[in-house]
């Protein structure tokens, strides 16, 4: 899975707004330090929809006020020994079921039948002449199977097995990498962005729980601020970023499948 963090970030941002335009006096608790004026005309911003939040560079006026989510750099950790995650946790199989009829002959002094497809994942009964066997499992790998002489199976009995088996999978592996994201404040009011910079603050700090629960780890935070943008004159705009750094895994898919057995001098092996 390689994680889209820009929609998550937008997702998370509309929803706060949202929420603090249905219970705008949020702003008087968030903000308490702040003058009255100040917190009266955030409120005005938030509530009347005007605030957007954009992908990428603000392409126009039109855009403004608003918050602009930007990649600030990726970097790929140093690779170490382990340091590409996989293992049996990340595996996802495929399987099949079958129906087949097996003769019983002996291994290991046990009454046993080795099926044709293989590993096995489920064996769901075994009858002899339509009735119920008891049995064991052996070596799913393998394919072998116990069964008990006591419900009268004997050797060279025909019985006939129900299963499932894997017919293949697909394994995880992936990288870590370190993130920083810039989502900047841009208004035309040096105050306004002050205000709405902080209350960007509040939004992905209060979300910092649920982010962590989409895989964003290590999160940190920063802030500064940049010059005005030239393109925008003479309407003077105002920036400040905010700076999200984190630590995601990003992983893809190897798809396999099974090897049913292998020959040795022409003669079927078993280990």
């Not at 020994?81 to 097996?102: C, N, R």
């Not at 962005?193 to 290590?218: C, F, N, P």
């Not at 022409?266 to 280990?271: A, D, H, I, T, V």
Request: charge should be negative; include cysteine.
């Amino acid at each position: 899975m390689i994680p889209i963090i820009e929609n998550l970030l937008t997702e998370i941002i509309e929803t706060r707004l949202k929420y603090i335009k249905t219970n705008p006096d949020i702003v008087d608790r968030i903000f308490s330090q702040a003058t009255v004026t100040m917190r009266s005309r955030l409120k005005e911003y938030v509530t009347s929809g005007t605030l957007k939040v954009v992908r990428g560079f603000p392409n126009d006026r039109a855009s403004l006020p608003c918050f602009a989510i930007m990649l600030g750099g990726e970097r790929e950790q140093e690779k170490s020994l382990g340091s590409l995650f996989s293992g049996e946790d990340d595996e996802d199989y495929t399987t099949s079921s079958a129906i087949e009829q097996a003769i019983v002959t002996r291994k290991d002094k046990r009454l046993v039948i080795q099926i044709k497809n293989k590993p096995i994942e489920l064996i769901n009964s075994i009858t002899l002449s339509g009735s119920q066997v008891s049995f064991e499992l052996i070596n799913e790998k393998l394919g072998y199977i116990a069964v008990d002489e006591e419900d009268g199976v004997e050797f060279g009995d025909t019985v006939e097995v129900s299963y499932s088996y894997r017919v293949g999978g697909m394994e995880s592996y992936g990288s870590l990498f370190n993130t920083q994201y810039r989502v900047e404040t841009w208004t035309n009011n040096g105050d306004l962005t002050v205000m709405l910079y902080h209350l960007l603050k509040w939004i992905l700090l209060s979300a910092r729980d649920y982010m962590e629960e989409q895989g964003l780890s290590l999160q940190t935070l920063g802030g500064l601020d940049f010059e005005p943008v030239p393109e925008y004159f003479p309407e003077l705009v105002y920036r400040r970023a905010l700076t999200f750094e984190c630590l995601t895994e990003n992983s893809f898919g190897v798809e396999f499948g099974y090897i049913q057995g292998f020959e040795v001098n022409g003669k079927l092996g078993e280990e």
